[in-house]
């Protein structure tokens, strides 16, 4: 963790010396930050089947389109359209509901996005820093973390770790912080348009793999339809052109679950 105060807050995990066969790779990502929600594990479901249940509830009917429509949105808002619909319950309250559920739906039956463990795997193999970065709350995060063997995030941050959520690019600075590397020379891995938005704005060259929801091709980033088959000299290959153009795309900057 870096002195400066501002990057305290989030988690950075010990870490060994990486792998000695890649100490002269100079070409791949300083790190690579992955969003958690719909890009690392599909989680989506989760939420969407924890949300029916809280508004049933309350004697009220929530549908999978009502939960889809949150997508990508933060707490405070996805609270706010609860509510709406009969969650006499604040914010901080409804939070802990749902996060509590999910965080058990993905310990009993983790879904990983397809080639995300690979690439995790991969990245690891060769010495990249990760971090986790989810706008879900630390119970969540956690939880999945914790499925993962060998421990390969160094860092991650959750809701809980910023001020202000995706779309704003805290989240992700704050995790360049972390692992004390430049945000240009990261890779960010993303699915909703929010987090997107955030990657982009915070400098990240940005690759989104769309998942439930579709999104913009002029959003700024590079779009693939999946993770499966990809592998560290893919994010490379990214990450050059980005540099070859001069800098970072520049594109519109549950908190991105």
Known sequence: MT?????????????????????????????????????LVDSEPFWIQAE??????????????????????????????LRARGVDLPTEEIGRRLSTV????????????PGARELLDDL?????????VTSSPRVVADAVTDLLA??????????????TPKPAPEPYETAARLLGVPIRDCVALEDSLSGLRAAVASGAVTIAIPHVVALPADAGATIWPTLEGRGARDLAAVAA?????????????????
């Open 52 to 81: 029916i249940e809280l508004v049933r509830s309350f004697g009220r009917t929530w549908t999978v389109e009502d939960g889809m429509s949150l997508i990508g949105k933060d707490m405070s808002a996805s609270a706010a359209a």
């Open 3 to 39: 002195a400066d105060p501002s990057a305290t807050r989030g988690r950075v995990a010990p870490q060994g010396d990486g792998d000695p066969r890649d100490t002269a790779v100079t070409d791949l990502p300083a790190a690579v930050l992955w969003d958690m929600d719909g890009t």
């Open 241 to 257: 052109v980005v540099r070859r153009r001069g800098a970072a795309p520049a594109g519109p900057g549950r908190s991105a679950r």
């Open 150 to 163: 060998g421990a390969p995030f160094a860092a991650s941050v959750a809701l809980e770790d910023v001020t």
């Open 102 to 113: 999910v965080a058990r739906q993905v310990v009993d039956r983790p879904v990983w996005r």
């Open 124 to 132: 690891a193999g060769r010495g990249v820093p990760q971090a986790l």
